[in-house]
């Protein structure tokens, strides 16, 4: 079936088989403080002690602004994207010359903390400052792999529930399926930790 579909309808189809994903900004910043800002669905947990976030960035076959200054910096911020911002999120991954902030191109603020030299997205709910942990470049496909450890947080007021967990519904953080497609959330509700039946064989 995929070797028949055209290149553009395959990556469509590729890009929405693994189902809903986060929406983030990756913010950066060069060594003159030029700042970048690009829109990432790939973020996913890695661990957490330490704290270690993972993001996939397609192959560095043309310049990645982002990832250059990040793999310079060690440094870069992961903003989550709300419903209010979501359009102009979207605009970032037009490819921007260097000397362009996307910031400004598409209206959202940075943000600066003392402790970090990457921007936030002032206008983001949920505002991750990381460290840069380690880097591969993937021999399937040429995916630079990134992994974070979280150094600092900036959270909305009232985003958290009472048990610690974010509350992503109640700040309106979308999601994203494809390439292009955004998806505002509903809650399920949460259900207690699995335990198998004590005379399981497992």
């Known amino acids: ?3 028949a579909l055209p290149r553009r309808e395959r990556a469509n189809f590729l890009n ?3 189902g809903f994903k986060s929406a983030n900004l990756l913010g950066t910043a060069d060594a003159h403080g030029r700042t970048n800002l690009a829109l990432m669905s790939s973020v996913f ?12 960035i397609r192959p560095h076959t043309v310049p990645r602004h982002s990832l250059e200054n990040l793999l310079a910096s060690g440094q870069y911020t992961l903003n989550h994207v709300d419903e209010a911002m979501h359009e102009r999120a979207h605009l970032t991954s037009a490819r921007h010359p260097r000397t362009t902030s996307e910031f400004e191109a598409v209206g959202l603020t940075p943000a600066w903390s003392t402790s970090l030299s990457a921007p936030y997205v002032a206008e983001s709910p949920v505002q991750i400052g990381l460290h840069l942990r380690e880097h591969h470049t993937l021999d399937c ?3 630079a792999l990134v992994i974070g450890e979280v150094r600092e947080l900036r959270l909305a007021e009232d985003a958290r529930a009472a048990d610690g967990q ?7 953080v979308v999601a994203i399926s494809g390439l292009d497609e955004y998806h505002r959330t509903e809650s399920l509700g949460r259900r207690p930790y699995a335990r198998a039946p004590a005379d399981s064989d497992d």
């Open 45 to 56: 947990h890695v661990g957490a002690a330490p704290p270690l976030l993972g993001l996939l």
């Open 141 to 143: 496909n040429g995916c």
């Open 1 to 3: 079936m995929l070797d």
């Open 16 to 18: 929405g088989l693994s």
């Open 166 to 172: 974010l509350d992503l519904q109640a700040l309106g």
